[in-house]
């Protein structure tokens, strides 16, 4: 099985700052990567789905890149109500552990 | 507007079974793969098993191989999943999802399954 491993575990950022999570996969998987977003108390929200296409509604502060086995998923921007626990997923299975955002 | 509605969880003891299920509602159900998901407390995602449209094929994570079995009725637009052999470690919040081309663009509330004696 794939496994997925996303860095950092948890992040501390003012606002306004430029924040940069990374996922790498144990194996080539193309672009076939998703990133979610979970509030507390909240199912997940997809943000990011290809890698690098933006859902429908979700601000363009929020972007993603990579192929292969490397991905960068990136905040340009921070705001408060980005506080979340940030996921990827490779298609349809594993997650990676996440990465929660906090404001400093 | 999609709606998922998850439903069936509670608490269990350690061995024991049972049915979870999701009504789906406000998209051609048949035309979509389904999805389970959970969520441990406190702990990230951990994707659960997957049915394609017509219910044909299924696959399930190893972890709980062997014991869940998802399946789905198209003609009453819902999901199952039926969990046996349930260890404490299958404690959480199971959440069903639609999928589309690879991702899950809706989720339902999810519904809480404790395991203990």
């Known amino acids: 099985d794939i496994q997925m491993t996303q860095s950092p575990s948890s992040l501390s950022a003012s606002v306004g700052d430029r924040v940069t999570i990374t996922c790498q996969a144990s194996?080539?998987?193309?672009?076939?990567l998703n990133w979610y977003q979970q509030k507390p108390g909240k199912a997940p929200k997809l943000l990011i789905y290809?890698?690098?296409n933006l859902e429908t509604g979700v601000p363009s502060r929020f972007s993603g890149s990579g192929s292969g086995t490397d991905f960068t998923f990136t905040i340009s921007s921070l705001q408060p109500e980005d506080i979340a626990t940030y996921y990827c997923q490779q298609y349809n299975k594993t997650f990676g552990q996440g990465t929660k955002v906090e404001i400093k | 507007e999609v709606q998922l509605v998850e439903s069936g969880g509670g608490v269990v003891q350690p061995g024991g079974s049972l049915r979870l299920s999701c009504a789906a509602s406000?998209?051609?159900?048949?035309?979509?793969?389904m999805h389970w998901v959970r969520q441990a407390p406190g702990k990230g995602l951990e994707w659960v098993s997957l049915i394609s449209g017509d219910g044909g094929s299924t696959y399930y994570a190893d972890s709980v191989k062997g014991r869940f079995t998802i399946s789905r009725d198209n003609s009453k637009n819902s999901l199952y999943l039926q969990m046996n052999s349930l260890r404490t470690e299958d404690t959480a919040l199971y959440y069903c999802a639609k999928a589309a081309s690879g991702s899950y663009s809706y989720w339902g509330q999810g519904t809480l399954v404790t395991v203990s004696s």
């Open positions: 194996q080539d998987i193309s672009n076939y």
């Open positions: 406000g998209f051609t159900f048949d035309d979509y793969a």
């Open positions: 290809d890698a690098s």
